[in-house]
C-alpha cells in the first residue's frame, strides 16, 4: 500500500464537496484542518455557500442554529480535538431539536505523529454519542458520500445531529514540516 | 449613566420594525424580553451561554432582509469572545450586538465578572473590526441604538450600561422546540418577498 499524505488532494474530497452542495447546504462553518481543506476551498470558491471561520468549534453550532432560524441548512467541518469544544453547546441542537450535521477529520488513531492527539481523538465517538449524536466512521474512500447522505438525511430529516468520523487512514499521514 | 435593564430592553423594542428577531441571551436578558412582551420573533435562550452572538450571525448571514439584534449580557458576552472576531471578519449588514454590562454574573449572585476587573468589551469589538462601536451614555443615545437596530447598514455593537439590580423574573417558554419553530416560522413570514 502506498502510504497518502494529507497534502494531496483526494477524488473523495471533491465528492464531498458535490454532496454538500446537492444538499442545498449554505452555511458552512469551520475550523481549518488539512483533511478539511480541500472542502474548505471548494466552499469558500462557491458563491452560494458562505464560509465561515470560526475561532473554536462550538461557535458552529451556534451558527448552524442560527442558519436554521433563518430556514438554512449549514455544516459544521472541524478536526477530532474541535469536539471537545462542542459539548455543552450540543445541549442548545438537543433542547430544540436542531438539525445539525458535523463532519470531523480523525487525528490520534492511525499513524498519529503527535501523542497529545490521542486523548481527545480516542473519545470522540462515545463523547458524541453522549450528546445525542448519530456517529458514523468511514475508513474507505467509497463509504465517504453513502455516509455523508446518511447524516445530511439523519440531521435534516430527522432534525437531529449527526457527525461523519473521516478516519486517519482515509486522510492520510499528517506531514510535518521542518 | 447607569439604565435600568428593564426599561431599556422595552425602549430597544418599542418601535420593533415586523423584521427584527431578538436572540436574548440567557438569564436576565431572556426575562427582560420576555417582560417587554412576548413575541415570535425573540429567540429565548434557556443556556447556550457564549454562543448567542453566533445564533445571530447564523441569522443574520441566512436572512439578509431581516434585521438581527442580539441582547446579551456581559458574562455571556466574555464566554464567546471570540465570536466577535468571527463576527468581525463576516460583517453582516443586519447584525447588531447589544452587551447589557452591569460587571456581575447576576444569575449566580451577583459575582463580579470581567468587565469589572478593567476588561472592555468595546476594545475588544474594535479589534475584531466591528465598524461601528457605541457606548450608550443616555437616553438620548439609547433610543438612537433602538433605531440603529431598525435601519443601520452594517455590523453594530454597543456596550449599555447597567444597574446591577435583580428584577423579579418573568419566565417565557422553556420549550426549545416551541421556541425553535415559532421564530423560524416567524422568520419565514416576515421575510417573504
Redesign the interface.
Known amino acids: 500500500m502506498t502510504a497518502i499524505s494529507d497534502r494531496e488532494p483526494q477524488p473523495w474530497q471533491d465528492q464531498l464537496f458535490e454532496v454538500l452542495k446537492g444538499a442545498d447546504i449554505?452555511?458552512v462553518g469551520y475550523v481549518p484542518d488539512a483533511g478539511h481543506s480541500r472542502l474548505i476551498a471548494r466552499c469558500k470558491a462557491d458563491p452560494d455557500i458562505?464560509d465561515?471561520?470560526?475561532?473554536?468549534e462550538?461557535?458552529?453550532?451556534?451558527?448552524?442554529?442560527?442558519?436554521?432560524?433563518?430556514?438554512?441548512r449549514?455544516a459544521l467541518l472541524m478536526q477530532s480535538s474541535g469536539v471537545g469544544n462542542c459539548i455543552?453547546?450540543l445541549?442548545?441542537i438537543r433542547?430544540?431539536?436542531?438539525p445539525m450535521l458535523m463532519l470531523v477529520t480523525m487525528r490520534g488513531e492511525w499513524e498519529e505523529f503527535n501523542p497529545w492527539q490521542v486523548p481527545m481523538g480516542s473519545i470522540v465517538e462515545p463523547a458524541l454519542k453522549l450528546c445525542d449524536t448519530h456517529v458514523a466512521k468511514v475508513e474507505q474512500p467509497e463509504q465517504v458520500v453513502p455516509a455523508v447522505q446518511n447524516a445530511l438525511q439523519l440531521a435534516f430529516g430527522d432534525d437531529r445531529s449527526a457527525a461523519v468520523l473521516l478516519s486517519q487512514k482515509l486522510i492520510g499521514r499528517k506531514v510535518w514540516v521542518k | 449613566m447607569m439604565f435600568e435593564r428593564r426599561a431599556t430592553m422595552a425602549t430597544l423594542l418599542a418601535d420593533r420594525p415586523k423584521n427584527l428577531f431578538l436572540v436574548p441571551g440567557l438569564g436576565s436578558c431572556t426575562w427582560d424580553a420576555f417582560a417587554a412582551g412576548d413575541d415570535d420573533r425573540n429567540f429565548y435562550l434557556w443556556g447556550a451561554m457564549g454562543g448567542a452572538a453566533m445564533i445571530g450571525l447564523g441569522l443574520a448571514l441566512a436572512k439578509p432582509n431581516a434585521r438581527v439584534a442580539v441582547v446579551t449580557g456581559d458574562g455571556e458576552m466574555l464566554m464567546g469572545m471570540g465570536s466577535l472576531a468571527t463576527i468581525g471578519v463576516q460583517k453582516p449588514k443586519n447584525l447588531s450586538i447589544v452587551v447589557f454590562d452591569n460587571g456581575l454574573y447576576g444569575e449566580t449572585g451577583m459575582q463580579e465578572s470581567h468587565t469589572s476587573g478593567g476588561v472592555d468589551l468595546l476594545e475588544v469589538a474594535r479589534g475584531c473590526g466591528i465598524e461601528r462601536v457605541m457606548d450608550i451614555a443616555d437616553e438620548a443615545g439609547l433610543k438612537e441604538l433602538a433605531g440603529l437596530l431598525a435601519t443601520h447598514e452594517g455590523t453594530l455593537f454597543a456596550r449599555v450600561r447597567i444597574a446591577p439590580d435583580d428584577p423579579p423574573r418573568v419566565l417565557p417558554e422553556k420549550d426549545g422546540i416551541v421556541i425553535k419553530d415559532r421564530v423560524r416560522r416567524a422568520v419565514e413570514i416576515a421575510t417573504r418577498p
Open positions: 449554505r452555511q458562505r465561515v471561520v470560526l475561532t473554536t462550538e461557535e458552529g453550532i451556534a451558527l448552524s442554529a442560527g442558519a436554521w432560524l433563518g430556514g438554512q449549514s455543552n453547546m445541549s442548545l433542547a430544540c431539536r436542531f
